[in-house]
């Protein structure tokens, strides 16, 4: 059970530390506004990160491959996801004020990192590979006891991999010159475009 839960760590590690949309978003709403928008991003995104978890590994992973479940799902997250990227560059273009954020900007943030992840159906690819990992590890089929480990131990790595993002580009705001804000947005912006264009590929 200890290596079960030590695997779902570093799984779960890679997965929230690696680039993506939700990192792209968090970097954006963090550098205008600090600290508490960019951790709601990330708490955000493990709305949807626990969803396709219990849709992984459970085995209904099989829904998602009819396309009449898969293609308006991944034309939802492509045109999301330009769209963030289109606010992003025009972030670049004429730098937003760092100050405090604003009256419900937090549960705008929430819902933005909820929304990132749910609508992107390529996490569901992860999860399947996860779970028959898991298989893997135990050398068979994985009771419930040994599942709800392993997503104990991947949703706690998820956790700390929230506070340590947005620490980390809460820092970087404080530190950042205007210059290097600009580049950060631009580089946000066509991440996010970029995403999309392969969403978009994948219809």
């Known amino acids: 059970m200890l290596a079960i839960f030590f695997y779902a760590l570093v799984f779960g590690f890679v997965f929230c530390l690696s680039?993506?949309?939700?990192?792209?978003e968090t970097l954006r709403r963090g550098l205008q506004h600090g600290f508490t928008p960019a951790l709601l991003v990330q708490v955000g995104s493990l709305v949807g990160d626990a969803v396709w978890a219990v849709i992984g590994l459970t085995g209904i992973a099989l829904l998602i491959q009819h396309d009449a479940v898969r293609v308006p799902l991944t034309l939802l997250c492509a045109l999301y996801l330009a769209w963030l990227g289109v606010r992003s560059l025009l972030d670049a273009w004429r730098l937003p004020a760092a100050d405090s954020a604003p009256a419900g900007s937090g549960t705008n943030a929430l819902a933005v990192?909820?929304?990132?992840?749910?609508?992107?159906?390529?996490?569901?690819?992860?999860?399947?590979a996860l779970g028959s990992a898991l298989s893997g590890i135990v050398g068979a089929t994985p009771s419930h006891t040994q599942t709800?480990?392993?997503?104990?131990?991947?949703?706690?790595?998820?956790v700390l991999s929230c506070f340590l993002t947005?620490?980390?580009?809460?820092?970087?705001?404080?530190n950042a010159s205007p210059t290097w804000q600009r580049i950060s947005y631009a580089a946000c912006g066509v991440v996010l475009i970029y995403l999309a264009v392969l969403a978009a590929q994948g219809i």
């Open 148 to 158: 709800l480990m392993f997503f104990g131990g991947f949703m706690l790595a998820s």
């Open 166 to 174: 947005a620490a980390l580009v809460n820092l970087l705001r404080k």
């Open 19 to 24: 680039p993506g949309a939700v990192l792209a």
């Open 113 to 128: 990192g909820a929304a990132i992840s749910l609508a992107n159906p390529k996490n569901i690819v992860y999860w399947g």
